[in-house]
């Protein structure tokens, strides 16, 4: 079992940065993919960063590529999200996930909204 909470949203102006946090509890930790998933509202939840077991690699989605960056530090069990540039569009809640197939864990989200 993986208990993920994530912090670190608010209101910001558009063009501000903020950075997300997500703390995990459970075992093997550093064994998971992690990932951050977005939902706007009226729409689905869509992919925006994930980062693999080592670290080594990450991807992101078209729409925050250059703008956001995805990163862990095992030895805290923490995943972050570093937005910067931020659009009106990126207004959401923000949700951490944890992978470890065939398991997978959700956080309960942080709102990030973007002024115009």
């Known amino acids: 079992q993986v208990q993920l909470v994530e912090s670190g949203g608010g209101l910001v102006q558009a063009g501000g940065s903020l950075r997300l946090s997500c703390a995990a509890s459970?075992?093997?930790?550093?064994?998971?993919?992690m990932g951050w998933f977005r939902q706007a509202p009226g729409k689905e939840r869509e992919f925006v960063a994930v980062?693999?077991?080592?670290?080594?690699?990450?991807e992101y989605a078209y729409s925050v590529k250059g703008r956001i960056t995805i990163s862990r530090d095992d030895a805290k069990n923490m995943v972050y999200l570093q937005m910067n540039s931020l659009k009106y569009e990126d207004t959401a809640v923000y949700y951490c996930?944890?992978?470890?197939?065939?398991?997978?864990?959700w956080g309960q989200g942080t709102q990030v909204t973007v002024s115009s």
């Open positions: 459970g075992h093997s930790f550093s064994r998971y993919i």
């Open positions: 980062i693999s077991s080592s670290g080594d690699t990450t």
């Open positions: 996930n944890a992978r470890l197939m065939p398991d997978e864990y």
